[in-house]
Every structure is written in structure tokens, then in C-alpha cells.
């Protein structure tokens, strides 16, 4: 019996053909998706304001908005003022946890972008259990100059949002 090795050249070829083929059935990535490659990445929230009540813009609380090719987490906290520490969780009373917890916003799923640059987020898991219904969904406009990323609040399942909060967000990574 003979133990020849097969020549080089068809090991390059069958190299080339298996990537070949593996590119082939590759899932879609993050440019094949409109809009959804420019977000990937981790983003500071630097500013927030309400639309609807000039000169409501405040200053960045702690806020961190995170994209993957499909998928997103949130958590911010949604509130004027820090919020105050805690020194023991078990013997606070309702309202230091409120003061607390409250403002506090956490939030992850999946996103689609569509035409007109909406960006639809599905929550999968989030603090508030009523966003984790089926069907449920935010809309948002994104406008995104650089590494700045603006959101601006459109509709959700009860319809279009009356009073819309647009965030500034500054890419961090």
C-alpha cells in the first residue's frame, strides 16, 4: 500500500472550495441589513430632550445603548438628579427604593431597521414586564451624523407618541 501525500495544489483547491461553499450559506451579516451596520457598536447617552416642552434638555445621566448586528440592550436612568445609593436594600423603606429603582431603565432584544430610518425595537427582556408582551414594540426615527446617534421617539403598539423625547447618543466603541 502506498502513503503518498496528495499534491499541494488540491489541497489549496479543496481549501478554497469548503470556504467557498461556507460563504455561501453564511447568515446574514450586519450590511446586508439597511441602516443596521453604522449602529453596531456601544453608545454614551450625552443628552436628552423633550420635544414638546422647549428648553427641557438635560444633561447626560448614566446611559448605555449597546448594538450587535441584531440585537440591543439599553439601560439608562431616566430621571433630573442622580439617584441616591442605598445603604441596605432590605431595610429601605417604599420610597428610597423608589428613589432608587424607579428612574432606572433596562431593556435588551432584537431591532429591525426600515425605510425612512426607523429603528423598531422588540424587547426580549426589560425591567418594565408590561414591554415584554407579544407584539410589543418601540419605534423611533435615528438620524446618525459621525459618531452621533440621534433617537427620536415615533410609536409603539397604542400609536404615535405625542409627547416624543429625542437622545442624543456618542458612539464609545
Excluded at 8 to 32: C, E, K, W
Amino acid at each position: 500500500m502506498c502513503n503518498r501525500q496528495p499534491p499541494v495544489a488540491f489541497l489549496v483547491l479543496a481549501s478554497l472550495t469548503a470556504l467557498g461553499s461556507l460563504a455561501a450559506v453564511r447568515p446574514p451579516s450586519a450590511s446586508d441589513r439597511p441602516g443596521s451596520a453604522s449602529l453596531q457598536g456601544a453608545w454614551r447617552t450625552a443628552e436628552v430632550k423633550l420635544l414638546n416642552l422647549p428648553g427641557t434638555t438635560t444633561g447626560p445621566q448614566p446611559g448605555l445603548t449597546i448594538f450587535t448586528a441584531k440585537h440591543y440592550s439599553r439601560v439608562e436612568v431616566h430621571d433630573d438628579h442622580p439617584r441616591p445609593a442605598l445603604r441596605d436594600a432590605k431595610s429601605a423603606t417604599a420610597d428610597e427604593l423608589r428613589a432608587a429603582w424607579g428612574p432606572f431603565f433596562a431593556e435588551a432584544g432584537t431591532y429591525d431597521v426600515s425605510k425612512g430610518n426607523v429603528l423598531t425595537l422588540h424587547p426580549v427582556v426589560a425591567k418594565n414586564p408590561a414591554t415584554m408582551t407579544p407584539g410589543f414594540f418601540r419605534a423611533q426615527t435615528i438620524r446618525l451624523q459621525g459618531d452621533t446617534l440621534w433617537l427620536t421617539q415615533l410609536r409603539d403598539p397604542h400609536g404615535r407618541i405625542t409627547s416624543p423625547v429625542s437622545v442624543k447618543l456618542v458612539r464609545v466603541e
